[in-house]
């Protein structure tokens, strides 16, 4: 029984301590958006699918207005269905800007679609633009971070170009868990090699701040291709690498700022909406992550409070190991030193993990029961929309 212990131990401590290696090549390489960029001189749209945003929406319409560097800037809104005053919202805040088109949908997502789809593809669809940078509602940009998006996708001639925006957080919930976002990737990806392959499987894109090229876009299908899924931006991003374009993460750094959840509930809610599809939707597949989780995470960390001389060392490394490796994600995501909170919440990783595996439970519980909404909408289930089985 000893022997397995150790077994199980020393594999954790070496599981973890790979992950913090990963993060901190992924520290020392990973480019950011520039801060200077000499401006961009074809036609840029700005698409910004709108649902329930009355609150928030403004303060980006702000940002938008005060882009520079793209002198042929246009903005397409689509308020979305919403129910709390989202285009009076916008009409307000453009102040008669004829730079924006603010445009206004009444009817709900056709059968087989999911509403951010339908709305991305019905803005990309009003527009002749050769670049496309899709914006979520809740995401703050700098002055410049438009121009520097569509700079790095034609820097790199790329299809895709994910600037992952930093993700701020309030409650205690949020600092725990939503730095997870970053280090799932961090941790587990090389993003040198995996920016410059053609393999689905290595794309990552987040899809509150993306700057598209138009052809490649269509070519790959556009939101169509991925009309069905709970994450249509990592699976527009395996779209485009499908149809021979590559894909590229990049951090926004302080180009882009974004508060996903505000609050223990809206996490809760927001992240029990798709975190069912992950490692493509199969539940053996999770519970396989989920035990190599807890292996890395958790056995040290029993070992290290349990155990007794070597056995708690290995422990102690393993623990170290996973906490460096959470702020060296945190610190790729933000592009500044971390903050105490930051490292609180590295301290509390074995608990972020927990929370995680927790809410993808909850997650596959309620899809089972039918029982997934956002934004007082039910999602599409795949299960009757083939569509998302062919981008998975």
């Not at 980006?60 to 397409?76: E, F, K, N």
């Not at 809206?266 to 396989?288: E, F, H, K, N, P």
Request: proline share 5%; aromatic share 6%.
């Amino acid at each position: 029984m000893g022997a397995v212990v150790r077994f199980l131990t020393w594999t954790g401590t070496g599981v973890a301590a790979v992950g913090a290696v990963t993060t901190g090549y992924n520290l020392a390489t990973l480019r950011t958006l520039p801060r200077r960029v000499s401006g961009v001189i074809e036609p840029v749209t700005v698409c910004v699918p709108a649902r329930d945003e009355a609150d928030r929406l403004p303060a980006l319409i702000a940002d938008l207005r005060a882009q520079t560097g793209v002198p042929r800037l246009r903005v397409l809104i689509l308020d979305d269905a919403s129910t709390d005053g989202t285009y009076e919202a916008a009409i307000d805040a453009i102040d008669g800007d004829d730079r924006f088109t603010v445009l206004r949908s009444a009817a709900h997502p056709a059968p087989g679609w999911t509403g951010k789809a339908a709305a991305c593809a019905r803005l990309a669809a009003r527009t002749e633009s050769a670049a496309l940078v899709f914006v979520d509602a809740d995401v703050r940009l700098a002055p410049h971070a438009v121009a520097a998006a569509v700079t790095e996708l034609r820097r790199r001639g790329a299809g895709l170009v994910s600037a992952w925006p930093v993700q701020e957080a309030g409650s205690r919930l949020e600092r725990l868990v939503q730095p997870l976002l970053a280090w799932s990737w961090a941790s587990t990806l090389p993003m040198g090699p995996a920016n410059h392959s053609l393999r689905p499987s290595t794309a990552v894109a987040c899809g509150q701040f993306i700057a598209v090229d138009a052809a490649a876009y269509r070519a790959a299908g556009g939101h169509a291709a991925v009309a069905a899924s709970a994450t249509e931006d990592l699976d527009l991003a395996r779209a485009l690498r499908r149809t021979g374009h590559r894909t590229a993460l990049v951090t926004a750094g302080p180009a882009a700022t974004t508060r996903m959840y505000a609050g223990a509930t809206a996490l809760t809610d927001g992240y029990t909406r798709w975190l069912w599809s992950a490692y493509g939707g199969r539940i053996d597949a999770g519970a396989a992550v989920g035990a190599g989780a807890a292996l890395a995470y958790w056995v040290p960390v029993l070992a290290a409070l349990c155990g007794r001389g070597l056995l708690r060392r290995a422990g102690v490394l393993g623990y170290l190991a996973a906490v460096t490796g959470r702020v060296f994600a945190r610190v790729t995501e933000t592009r500044r030193a971390p903050t105490r909170a930051d490292l609180a919440s590295a301290m509390a990783h074995p608990l972020a993990v927990a929370g995680y595996l927790t809410l993808w439970v909850r997650s596959h519980r309620r899809r089972r029961a039918g029982e997934l909404r956002w934004k007082q909408r039910p999602l599409v289930s795949p299960a009757t929309t083939p569509v998302a089985d062919r981008i998975g």
